[in-house]
């Protein structure tokens, strides 16, 4: 199981995303705006992007929407966007 354990705020619709696995990578959202099921609407507001906490391993937001954890890896991994932290950094 990979779980997101952490989440960095980087700008706009950008994210810097800490994997359980000690996986980490930048991913930019901004393609949540292109979203339009109801969940996703309040996402489309920076201000509220912003709010995103880490809840029970995944991102989530006030309004309860959630990114699984899982998927999120495998779409970064996929794209290139992860990269591994030994410990010792």
């Not at 991913?27 to 920076?46: I, W």
């Not at 709010?51 to 029970?56: A, E, L």
């Not at 989530?60 to 991994?77: C, K, V």
């Amino acid at each position: 199981m990979i779980d997101v354990v952490g989440i960095r705020k980087l700008g706009g619709y950008v994210l810097a995303i800490e994997f359980s696995n000690g996986a980490i990578g930048t991913r930019d959202f901004s393609f949540v705006r292109q979203k339009t099921e109801p969940m996703a609407e309040p996402l489309k507001d920076p201000a509220c992007f912003a709010r995103v906490i880490v809840h029970d391993g995944a991102p989530t937001w006030p309004n309860g929407y959630d990114w699984d954890p899982i998927a999120l890896h495998d779409e970064m991994q996929a794209e290139g966007l992860l990269k591994r932290v030994d410990a010792a950094e």
